[in-house]
């Protein structure tokens, strides 16, 4: 006996309909870094461009960040808890690896029984899971997704290595995706360079992150540009065309660095970093997110968002700014 089994029809593309953000309060500046480390306010800014970092509260997990900006997204969205039916959260910094933290997400919102899961692609997380959704969306497997990425770096830091605690931090970003009758999320190209994994690692529970800088900066330097170009080409958009490049807030020299390889003149660059940090898989929808609420990108417009970083694994993909 044989049967057929029945595929749900295709959607002809997805979109985001609203993002959002969470910044914890506490601020640490380059000054109180140097308090504790051999660093000052002028060697940070030039090798990094960060000006001072959010750093969560002993009571803000991965959890209790993703809640906050999964929230605002959701309201912004429009949609009820309810209509929510996926939830991805990337992360590469939660507190433990089992049970996932999606899951929590999703029932502190008030979302019923969802698929939900985590994502580990580190950097890059956010743009693994915003194409996984897109995907999840256009074959018929989901009606809206949440999308969460949320980062506490601040408990896998060595608060004495100087290398790493001026760098990373804390913070959530979100966004909520849902079918739409044109693709406002263009095609994925990701990939990853596994002989390079240990450029960027936590070795183990009891350590600490550690990262080989000059490595990173090399490579972020040289292979992400062509990567992202190619977003574009997929895309169908012209680097002219686009209206903001966001590329991971890693390092500020980075980021200038591929977007000017890019080319892309009539763009704004976010530098969320300046007074974020780098919060790893949360860093992109925190800083597209501000440029939305600043009103520096118009809703419609196309931006390219770029993720990199440990893995070393990376993703672009053009999206259409709601």
Known sequence: ????????????????????????????????????????????????????????????????????AGGKALAGSGLAP???????????????PMPGHAAQVAHRLGIDAPGAFDLNAACAGFCYALATASAAVRAGSARNVLVVGSEKMSQWIDWTDRSTCIIFADGAGAAVVAASDAPGIGPVVWGSAGDQYDKIIIDDRHSSIRQEGQAVFRWATTAIAPIAVQACERAGIAPADLAAIVPHQANLRIIQAI????????????????????????????????????????????????GFG??????AQVIQIP
């Open 82 to 96: 309810s209509d929510i039916d996926l939830v991805i959260l990337a992360t590469c910094s939660a507190e433990s």
């Open 310 to 315: 440990a893995g070393l694994s990376y993703a």
């Open 259 to 306: 977007a000017r390889k890019v080319k892309a003149a009539n763009a704004v660059v976010a530098d969320d970093i300046v007074h974020s940090g780098n919060t790893s898989g949360a860093s992109i929808p925190l800083a597209l997110s501000r440029m939305i609420e600043r009103g520096d990108v118009p809703s419609g417009a196309p931006a390219l968002l770029v």
């Open 1 to 68: 006996m044989t049967a057929t089994i029945r595929i749900p029809e295709a959607t002809a593309g997805a979109r985001i309909l609203a993002f959002g953000d969470y910044r914890p309060a506490r601020i640490v500046t380059n000054d109180e870094l140097a308090g504790k480390v051999d660093t000052n306010d002028e060697w940070i800014r030039s090798r990094v461009g960060i000006t001072e970092r959010r750093i969560a509260g002993d009571d803000e997990g991965i959890v209790e960040l993703g809640v906050h």
